[in-house]
């Protein structure tokens, strides 16, 4: 990823990071592909989701800014 940074590649290392319930992690590259791009609408929902996963509370701001940038629930 350091090689070739963008969005979309943190976002899909995020999936995978979240799925092997490395849910911090996930946290992370999440954050850092929103930081690459700030309309990334699944990044937001990815991260809610990891944030839910790790803590077990549901993380309102990042789903409301998912759905503002068309995401919907899945």
């Known amino acids: 990823i350091a ?6 590649l943190h976002y899909w290392h995020a999936n995978a990071l979240h799925f092997d319930g490395k ?6 590259a999440y954050s ?3 930081k690459l791009d700030p309309k990334h609408g699944k990044a937001y ?6 944030k839910r996963a790790a803590s ?9 800014r998912a759905r ?6 899945h």
Do not use: H, T, W
């Not at 090689?3 to 979309?8: E, F, N, R, T, W």
């Not at 077990?56 to 789903?63: L, N, R, S």
């Not at 503002?68 to 629930?73: H, P």
């Open 3 to 8: 090689l070739a940074p963008s969005a979309d």
């Open 23 to 28: 849910y911090k992690q996930a946290i992370a």
């Open 32 to 34: 850092a592909a929103i």
């Open 45 to 50: 929902r990815g991260r809610g989701n990891s």
């Open 56 to 64: 077990g509370f549901f993380e309102k701001d990042d789903a409301a």
């Open 68 to 73: 503002a940038l068309g995401v919907k629930r």
